[in-house]
T-cell receptor, first 116, second 114 residues
Framework: AQKVTQAQTEISVVEKEDVTLDCVYETRDTTYYLFWYKQPPSGELVFLIRRNSFDEQNEISGRYSWNFQKSTSSFNFTITASQVVDSAVYFCALSDSGGSNYKLTFGKGTLLTVNP | ETGVTQSPTHLIKTRGQQVTLRCSSQSGHNTVSWYQQALGQGPQFIFQYYREEENGRGNFPPRFSGLQFPNYSSELNVNALELDDSALYLC?????????????FGEGSRLTVL
């Protein structure tokens, strides 16, 4: 069975601080996808990134960066120079590459609060 | 491009009642998935629909059922409501041809069961 663990329930930082959100996953599949989604107070989840299990290159997109380490089954997310607008719940998720491509297994989420 | 829209946004029901939630997928998207998100938890996959047929189901009892229509919109029906069904119900759409997992979510329908 697939499982995603986000050990940090809540994180509070001051604007301009860097913050890293941790994600550890479990799967028996050799091919799988990892995701990060953002959920602002309005409720809809917003897709941030997808990585497949064969691509361990780290990725940077503006102030966001992701560190995928297969050896430790981790897919951590770092926000550099955080801003108040980054305040949201962030979810890490996992899916297999088979027929259920749209079935995501989510972690419990990390509530990030960025204070001015 | 119109995004995913869900209705109603909020509703209150009592135990034993039935509820229907509706979802209009984003233009051009032919796959719809439904997720249940309890307070303080991550979303849990209920089922997905493609070409009007259920195509994958999570660990939910048969009283959770759905439909997809020719225009790709969808309904989620829950019978014999229980207190634990209180949650945010999220609909997500995606074009089938797109690489896995990039789902476009609506803002959800918040169901309270008393």
């Amino acid at each position: 069975a697939q499982k995603v663990t986000q050990a940090q329930t809540e994180i509070s930082v001051v604007e301009k601080e860097d913050v890293t959100l941790d994600c550890v996953y479990e799967t028996r599949d050799t091919t799988y996808y990892l995701f990060w989604y953002k959920q602002p107070p309005s409720g809809e989840l917003v897709f941030l990134i997808r990585r497949n299990s064969f691509d361990e290159q780290n990725e940077i997109s503006g102030r966001y960066s992701w560190n995928f380490q297969k050896s430790t089954s981790s897919f951590n997310f770092t926000i550099t120079a955080s801003q108040v607008v980054d305040s949201a719940v962030y979810f890490c998720a996992l899916s297999d590459s088979g027929g259920s491509n749209y079935k995501l297994t989510f972690g419990k989420g990390t509530l990030l609060t960025v204070n001015p | 491009e119109t995004g995913v829209t869900q209705s109603p946004t909020h509703l209150i029901k009592t135990r034993g009642q039935q509820v229907t939630l509706r979802c209009s997928s984003q233009s051009g998207h032919n796959t719809v998935s439904w997720y249940q998100q309890a307070l303080g938890q991550g979303p849990q996959f209920i089922f997905q629909y493609y070409r009007e047929e259920e195509n994958g189901r999570g660990n939910f009892p048969p009283r959770f059922s759905g439909l997809q229509f020719p225009n790709y919109s969808s309904e989620l029906n829950v019978n014999a409501l229980e207190l634990d069904d209180s949650a945010l119900y999220l609909c997500a759409s995606s074009p089938r041809e797109r690489t896995a997992g990039e789902l476009f979510f609506g803002e959800g329908s918040r169901l309270t069961v008393l």
